[in-house]
């Protein structure tokens, strides 16, 4: 049975980097995309980006010159980093494993607060 | 950014059915058989309960049900249960280069 497990630090200052690990316990990374998905209550949710082991990437085009999603397959994990984050950046965030037509395996969620 | 309308609520008793809207456009939910259903219980991950418009996955109850009629796509549960009440969201494949687009999501209310 395939889970996903986050972990990253809740609670930053504007400015600072926001970074993410979403482990992969169960299952392999090969053959699937690995989202970052957000979500707020304001804005509902919003798609941050994707990336597969081969190496295709995908990322919205809104955050994309802040963001940076990687795989690391000696320790079956992804992460994102979001830098210079503002208050807008507070959400939820969630981690999935995907393909264009669904999100079938998804981490627990971690909030993150940007606040001075 | 949510480009997907859904209802804000649904309600209905028990052993009713009930049927959450999910309208996009010729871009997105028109064009793509990439539409899936997703159940959030508060504070928890998403669950997904429908892809590929109509499919269930391995172990949702056939009490879901996923349709598709032009630019808007519907989830129904039938024989509504306490445990059904949770928010639902749909996603989709779109042409457009954010790659997928979010319903707002409805909550579910069993009377």
């Known amino acids: 049975q395939v889970h996903l497990q986050q972990w990253g630090a809740g609670l930053l200052k504007p400015s600072e980097t926001l970074s993410l690990t979403c482990g992969v316990f169960?299952?392999?990374?090969?053959?699937?995309?690995w989202s970052w998905i957000r979500q707020t209550p304001g804005k509902g949710l919003e798609w941050i980006g994707e990336i597969k082991v081969s190496g295709s990437s995908n990322y919205n085009p809104s955050l994309k010159t802040r963001i940076s999603i990687l795989l690391d397959t000696s320790k079956n994990q992804v992460s994102l980093d979001l830098s210079s984050v503002t208050a807008a950046d507070t959400a939820l965030y969630f981690c999935?494993?995907?393909?264009?037509?669904?999100?079938?395996?998804w981490g627990q969620g971690t909030l993150v607060t940007v606040s001075s | 950014q949510s480009a997907l309308t859904q209802p804000a609520s649904v309600s209905g008793s028990p052993g009713q059915s009930i049927t959450i809207s999910c309208t996009g456009t010729?871009?997105?939910?028109?064009?793509?058989?990439?539409v899936s259903w997703y159940q959030q219980h508060p504070g928890k991950a998403p669950k997904l309960m429908i892809y590929?418009?109509?499919n269930r996955p391995s172990g949702v109850s056939n009490r879901f049900s996923g349709s598709k009629s032009g630019n808007t796509a519907s989830l129904t549960i039938s024989g509504l249960q306490a445990e059904d009440e949770a928010d639902y969201f749909c996603i989709s494949y779109t042409s457009s280069n954010t790659r997928y687009v979010f319903g707002s999501g409805t909550t579910v209310t069993v009377l």
């Open positions: 999935s494993r995907g393909s264009p037509n669904a999100s079938d395996i």
């Open positions: 590929d418009v109509s």
């Open positions: 010729s871009s997105d939910v028109g064009n793509y058989d990439y």
């Open positions: 169960g299952g392999s990374l090969s053959g699937y995309y």
